[in-house]
């Protein structure tokens, strides 16, 4: 069964570093969001790709926040410089289109980053 | 905005009895998607189930099944004959139907313990 694929699943960095996390859809999913999920709590959306293009990155803090989908396939997240704050569960869901039926976001593993 | 809550940060059950999780949520739309998702320890999410809002019918898979209340705007998880594989943190999100944005809005979760 596909999966979506995240990449590193832990990440321990100090403040001020730079960190990119990576994702990979399951094929043909031309939808792909980031999410972030403090501990105890739900998961936020931080920004959803449709194809290549950003369709929704209201809620990414972008003074230090990027990212990217060049081919409309993988992506990556980036922080820099990463804070205190930042500390949390990042993770990656994929989904046909939901303009043509694609109701249910699959996730991947996530990746658990710890800022010291 | 829409909004998600889940009333029960903590349950518990019995291996083999019944237990359902509550969640209710507010939303001005008249056609949205909600979704109950599993999340086990250091695993990934994965739905559990899913419920199209203009569907009158509850929707069932397998032991899990939900009471989809509209004018309430009550969605609850029932989980029959439950197993000790069901032990995890449970997330009702939502999905709004229209515009370019199809972010999942979560509530907080309910940690799910069976007991043998």
């Known amino acids: 069964e596909a999966e979506v694929a995240q990449s590193p699943r832990y990440k321990i960095t100090e403040k001020s570093q730079a960190v990119a996390f990576w994702c990979d859809p399951i094929s043909g999913h031309a939808t792909l969001y980031w999410y972030r999920q403090i501990l105890g709590q739900g998961p936020e959306l931080l920004v959803q790709?449709?194809?290549?293009?950003?369709?929704?990155d209201s809620q990414l803090p972008k003074d230090r926040f990027s990212a990217e989908r060049l081919k409309g396939v993988d992506s990556t997240l980036k922080i820099q410089p990463a804070e205190l704050g930042d500390s949390a569960m990042y993770l990656c869901?994929?989904?046909?289109?939901?303009?043509?039926?694609?109701?249910?976001?699959?996730f991947g593993p996530g990746t658990r980053l710890l800022v010291l | 905005a829409q909004t998600v809550t889940q009333s029960q940060p903590e349950m518990s059950v019995q291996e083999a009895e019944t237990v359902t999780l509550s969640c209710t949520y507010d939303?001005?739309?008249?056609?949205?998607?909600l979704f109950w998702y599993k999340q086990p320890p250091s695993r990934q999410m994965i739905l559990v189930i899913r419920q199209e809002a203009y569907k009158q019918q509850n929707a069932t898979e397998n032991r899990f099944s939900v009471n989809f209340q509209k004018a309430a705007k009550s969605f609850s998880l029932k989980i029959s004959d439950s197993q000790l594989g069901d032990a995890a943190m449970y997330f009702c999100?939502?999905?709004?139907?229209?515009?370019?944005?199809?972010?999942?809005?979560f509530g907080k979760g309910t940690l799910l313990t069976v007991n043998p």
């Open positions: 790709f449709q194809d290549e293009s950003v369709v929704d």
């Open positions: 869901a994929s989904s046909q289109d939901p303009r043509a039926g694609g109701e249910t976001q699959y």
């Open positions: 999100a939502y999905r709004g139907s229209g515009g370019s944005n199809y972010k999942l809005t």
């Open positions: 939303t001005s739309e008249s056609d949205y998607y």
